[in-house]
């Protein structure tokens, strides 16, 4: 039986009609959400790359994001953590000379450590990881670094990489998803001149843009286009 002058049940009849006495989150207040672990990956990385002090805030912990802490430690970031407050004193670009590098059960981190190391390290490194990690195949993976001079062991965890990359212009294959060229985009701002990558066939566009974003926050200069949707 209609409620009001336009023929429809209000709000709250209508809750009362459908769900009965069930509060719903409508009516629980302030809701606190997690963090994405996306988001917060990147931030963690590049806060351990930035000069100064980063506070990252509500800050909820899992696995991958604490496996980014861990790598941001080998580094050389301080990190601490107050209340859901993470604080990092980055080690800006100082050079490491670690022998291994363990990133935990994490696709987006090793991918994203593979080019960092290769700019930060100063003689080969082996990228480690843990359980499900060392059966997934990192696809396209030495392609798109033999691009930058970079020679790498296998396309599986563990795999070594030999530093130097060489940063310049480069057209690479997108088709197997955006977690390495993430990594490039984060690596190459550390490089002496300018880059310029070309990705044809682009997969997972949103989260290139989310890393652009991250990135921007921490004075890295980004210039970004779509040519239709072959190309990025």
Not at 166 to 174: D, L, P, T, V
């Amino acid at each position: 039986r209609p409620r009001n002058s336009q023929g429809q049940y209000n709000f709250e009849e209508m809750h009362r009609l459908v769900y009965g006495d069930f509060r719903g989150f409508w009516r629980v207040g302030d809701l606190e959400m997690p963090a994405s672990k996306s988001f917060a990956q990147r931030a963690i990385i590049a806060a351990a790359l930035a000069d100064g002090r980063s506070h990252l805030h509500k800050y909820t912990p899992c696995e991958d994001s604490e496996a980014a802490i861990r790598v941001a430690k080998a580094l050389g970031a301080d990190i601490y953590l107050d209340g859901s407050t993470l604080i990092i004193d980055g080690a800006g670009t100082a050079q490491t000379s670690l022998s291994e590098l363990n990133v935990g059960e994490s696709g987006l981190l090793a991918r994203i450590c593979i080019p960092l190391m290769t700019v930060l390290n100063t003689r080969p490194v082996i990228i480690e990881g843990e359980k499900t990690l060392l059966r997934r195949p990192l696809k396209g993976v030495q392609d798109i670094m033999a691009s930058f001079g970079v020679p790498i062991s296998s396309d599986k965890i563990p795999l070594t990489l030999t530093p130097p990359l060489i940063a310049g212009n480069a057209e690479i294959s997108g088709k197997d998803g955006s977690q390495l060229i993430s990594g490039l985009m984060m690596a190459l701002p550390l490089c002496d001149k300018n880059s310029t990558l070309y990705i044809s066939e682009p997969k997972s566009i949103p989260y290139m843009f989310i890393t652009e974003d991250i990135l921007k926050k921490f004075g890295v200069r980004i210039k970004s286009e779509m040519e239709g949707d072959e190309r990025f």
